[in-house]
T-cell receptor, first 114, second 115 residues
Framework: AQSVTQPDIHITVSEGASLELRCNYS??????LFWYVQSPGQGLQLLLKYFSGDTLVQGIKGFEAEFKRSQSSFNLRKPSVHWSDAAEYFC????????????FGKGTRLSVIA | DTGVSQDPRHKITKRGQNVTFRCDPISEHNRLYWYRQTLGQGPEFLTY????????KSRLLSDRFSAERPKGSFSTLEIQRTEQGDSAMYLC?????????????FGEGSRLTVL
């Protein structure tokens, strides 16, 4: 069965600083990997996804993530954080067949300070 | 562009009452999912449908919970005899089987508070 670990419950960064949110997954085959963002009281919006090919994927809002099979990781990065990036971020894993529901991590809450 | 819509957005009820949530997926999507999200947690899978068939149910879906998608379009999630532990955000998502990537499109959720 798939599982996702997001080791950091809460991260605070200064506006303009770089960001890295960690995600480790467990899955027996090649996974499909996702990062979603959730603003307070809202649903989840897809930031980016990895299925195959280039292990560095670009997403919306200037985010990118790198798939590292050897480390079972899919960390999310942004070179310069904006105050509007404050939100909850969720990593998710799915089966390569696309036939099983996504499994989500518990999330990392990002706070941005001036 | 019509996304996934959920109704009601907020529901406050007393313990023991029944509640029902509705989800309208993106029109061309044949798969519909229900997730539950409690405070400080990620979404947890409850159940999903392909067209009108309910293909999988999580062990989280106790016998007080029932979900339907009678015509393969909208879906309802009913909770009978609500308990305080049912307080959560109930998220609906959809996608299309033929896309085969598993990417989910989420609604804004229905928040349930059980007093």
């Amino acid at each position: 069965a798939q599982s996702v670990t997001q080791p950091d419950i809460h991260i605070t960064v200064s506006e303009g600083a770089s960001l890295e949110l960690r995600c480790n997954y467990s899955y027996g085959a090649t996974p499909y990997l996702f990062w979603y963002v959730q603003s307070p009281g809202q649903g989840l919006q897809l930031l980016l996804k990895y299925f195959s090919g280039d292990t560095l994927v670009q997403g919306i809002k200037g985010f990118e993530a790198e798939f590292k099979r050897s480390q079972s990781s899919f960390n999310l990065r942004k070179p310069s954080v904006h105050w509007s990036d404050a939100a909850e971020y969720f990593c998710a894993v799915g089966a390569s067949s696309g036939n099983t529901p996504l499994v989500f991590g518990k999330g990392t809450r990002l706070s941005v300070i001036a | 562009d019509t996304g996934v819509s959920q109704d009601p957005r907020h529901k406050i009820t007393k313990r023991g009452q029944n509640v029902t949530f509705r989800c309208d997926p993106i029109s061309e999507h044949n798969r519909l999912y229900w997730y539950r999200q409690t405070l400080g947690q990620g979404p947890e899978f409850l159940t999903y449908f392909q067209n009108e068939a309910q293909l999988e149910k999580s062990r989280l879906l106790s016998d007080r919970f029932s979900a339907e998608r009678p015509k393969g379009s909208f879906s309802t999630l009913e909770i009978q005899r609500t308990e305080q532990g049912d307080s959560a955000m109930y998220l609906c998502a959809s996608n299309h089987r033929s896309v085969n990537t598993g990417e989910l499109f989420f609604g804004e959720g229905s928040r349930l508070t059980v007093l």
